[in-house]
């Protein structure tokens, strides 16, 4: 069983890669609807140090700029330099191909306040899906 995506308010996720101290982060299906077409992604510096919450990465699309925050504090371990050619991927696989930069957690703890899948499902229904950055 694959591991447990988390959710943020703010429309970003964090899944454990293959690496157990190295977390995936991207932004869901629903976010990638609401920005359109990505033209451009502005990827964070690895090694750089982000709080939770601290913005991470940019993204442009046709419509406009987003930031994209970071779901855990920590440490930029990678980024995914294939949205540097091909920033579309985020549109066409949000949970896979388009991750934006993976991170090493500073604090594990952390993760609790994430939301899991069905209560990230649950705060779209009751209307909480309207990005809340941009």
Do not use: C
Not at 24 to 49: C, H, M, W, Y
Not at 94 to 123: K, N, V
Request: hydrophobic residues 35%; charged residues 20%.
């Amino acid at each position: 069983m694959p591991p447990a995506r988390r959710y943020t308010k703010t429309h970003e996720w964090l899944v454990q890669s293959e690496s157990p101290e190295a977390w995936n982060v991207g932004i869901s299906d629903f976010a990638q609807q609401e920005v359109t077409d990505v033209v451009f992604v502005e990827l964070p510096k690895v090694g750089r140090q982000v709080p939770r919450g601290g913005e991470a990465a940019i993204i442009e699309s046709v419509k406009a700029a987003f930031s994209i925050y970071s779901p855990v504090g920590g440490t930029i371990l990678a980024v995914n330099h294939a949205l540097d050619g091909d920033p579309g991927l985020l549109n066409r696989d949000p949970y896979g191909q388009g991750w934006i930069f993976r991170i090493q957690p500073s604090d594990l703890s952390e993760l609790d306040q994430l939301m899991d899948e069905h209560a990230y499902e649950q705060f779209l229904s009751e209307g909480g899906g309207h990005p809340e950055h941009g």
